[in-house]
């Protein structure tokens, strides 16, 4: 059964330091908890409006890592951003990340449609960080964005398939509708919480909208995998949502 981590970063963040930040360490950490794939973004790039070093250094990483799949840090309201849409695909990066928090701009279609044009077009996965830490952890305030903002966006460019990172358990009950209705949606479970929140919200959101993630290095991995031990699934459904969903997403080959 493949395990992916449909979400998670490499790289030290410099208000916290961790020992997972290190690539040898993710793929260590990944080989404990029987992960084959890592989807992982540069987490220096959150502090950065033009992520294009940053990336240049994940692509190198990655190509050192079989267990790591690049995901490009992507500021769509940076002048010239379609360059990194067509550095991210000669990386064969199956995906881009948005902080739109971090890079200080609004999830406003209209505003961003020239870049999601150039997305869309591309047919990479764009993945929307709601959050990177709890307000309680930050060293400087960063605001959230709203669910209901970011599904707003993807019900804009149906076109593009969305990832919603970083979410509550409320949050992505609160988005099992249109996730049903608009098929372009799916929610990473690494910022889940509560008891049984895996199980209940399998019973509330389709399935194979669900992805497994750690969030690496903010969260411990054994935290999410926690989740799933609780979890009681039927076993389709637990292998789509630790891997076989974000196989057929990111267009990663499921491997044992």
């Not at 030290?12 to 260590?28: D, H, K, Y």
């Not at 699934?233 to 891997?243: K, P, S, T």
Request: hydrophobic share 50%; charged share 20%; glycine share 6%.
């Amino acid at each position: 059964m493949p395990i992916v981590d449909a979400s998670s970063f490499v790289g030290q963040w410099p208000f916290r330091p961790s020992w997972l930040a290190q690539p040898e360490a993710i793929v260590g950490a990944a080989h404990e908890g029987r992960i084959s794939a890592c989807l992982v973004a540069p987490v220096a790039a959150l502090l950065l409006d033009d992520p294009s070093a940053t990336n240049e250094a994940l692509y190198r990483i990655a190509a050192r890592w079989d267990e790591l799949r690049p995901v490009a840090m992507w500021n769509p309201s940076m002048p010239g951003c379609e360059a990194v849409i067509a550095d991210a695909k000669a990386a064969a990066a199956p995906a881009v990340k948005l902080a739109p928090a971090y890079h200080h701009y609004a999830p406003d279609p209209e505003a961003l449609a020239p870049a999601l044009d150039a997305l869309e077009e591309s047919g990479m996965v764009a993945c929307i960080q709601l959050r990177v830490e709890d307000a309680r952890q930050m060293r400087f305030q960063v605001p959230d964005i709203a669910m209901a903002e970011a599904l707003a966006l993807a019900a804009a460019r149906p076109g593009i398939r969305w990832v919603m990172c970083g979410a509550r358990t409320v949050e992505i009950q609160a988005g099992a509708e249109q996730a049903a209705r608009d098929g372009n949606v799916w929610f990473e479970l690494s910022g889940t919480d509560g008891l049984a929140c895996v199980e209940h919200l399998a019973a509330k959101v389709r399935p194979d909208r669900l992805l497994f993630a750690t969030h690496m290095p903010f969260y411990y991995p054994e935290a999410n995998h926690l989740k799933f031990v609780e979890a009681d699934l039927a076993d389709d459904v637990r292998e789509a949502i630790l891997g076989l969903n974000a196989c057929d997403l990111f267009g990663i080959k499921p491997s044992a």
